[in-house]
């Protein structure tokens, strides 16, 4: 997600647009990356120790616990749209290249909230209900116990469904002569 230049505050939490959470923006002349601040901070001896400054959290962060937290259920086979999963897919071939674990994954993140888009591909014969039921909650508890963020919502499109024949025909080339 990029941030936006404007001139607002950032929204409160609990803030909805006709039942939908509301898109958070960050606030301009901060000096700091887009992100979230989980405490306002306190400054003085008075102070207790834990609260004595400011803990921020980069975007980029919550799209990597949730891209984990969506990969650890059974039956995701990949995340992201087809032109993704084809760079990603070059990029993994690359000597000395990482897995994108935030591929597929968009956020939005306020003050204390987020808000998550997933894409998934799916194996061939899972359930999609469950699945995506399942995928949501992992996520929703893995943000929300790591970040401290409240999760407002989990969307879940999917965009593929990966046939038990995929495999072998990626594995040999896919274009197969149908002649000896």
């Given amino acids: 997600m990029v941030a936006t230049d404007t001139k607002t505050t950032p929204s409160t939490d609990s803030v909805t647009?006709?039942?939908?959470?509301?898109?958070?923006?960050?606030?301009?002349?901060?000096?700091?990356?887009?992100?979230?601040?989980?405490?306002?901070?306190?400054?003085?001896?008075?102070?207790?120790?834990?609260?004595?400054?400011?803990?921020?959290?980069?975007?980029?962060?919550v799209v990597k616990i949730a891209g984990m937290a969506a990969r650890e259920?059974?039956?995701?086979?990949?995340?992201?749209?087809?032109?993704?999963?084809?760079?990603?897919?070059?990029?993994?071939?690359?000597?000395?290249?990482?897995?994108?674990?935030?591929?597929?994954?968009?956020?939005?993140?306020?003050?204390?909230?987020t808000a998550i888009d997933l894409e998934l591909v799916v194996e061939y014969g899972v359930s999609i209900k469950e699945l995506a039921s399942e995928v949501r909650e992992n996520v929703i508890l893995a943000v929300e116990r790591i970040t401290g963020l409240e999760v407002v919502e989990v969307n879940i499109a999917i965009d593929d469904v990966r046939l038990p024949d995929d495999e072998d025909s990626s594995?040999?080339?896919?274009?197969?002569?149908?002649?000896?």
């Fill in 17 to 61: 647009n006709n039942g939908k959470a509301a898109r958070f923006e960050q606030p301009t002349g901060t000096g700091r990356p887009a992100g979230t601040s989980l405490s306002a901070g306190a400054t003085g001896a008075e102070a207790p120790a834990g609260d004595r400054g400011r803990t921020s959290i980069a975007d980029v962060v």
């Fill in 73 to 113: 259920i059974p039956g995701v086979h990949d995340m992201g749209g087809g032109l993704s999963r084809t760079i990603g897919a070059v990029r993994d071939r690359v000597p000395g290249g990482r897995p994108n674990v935030g591929r597929g994954v968009k956020v939005e993140v306020g003050e204390r909230q």
């Fill in 171 to 180: 594995a040999s080339g896919g274009d197969q002569s149908r002649v000896a």
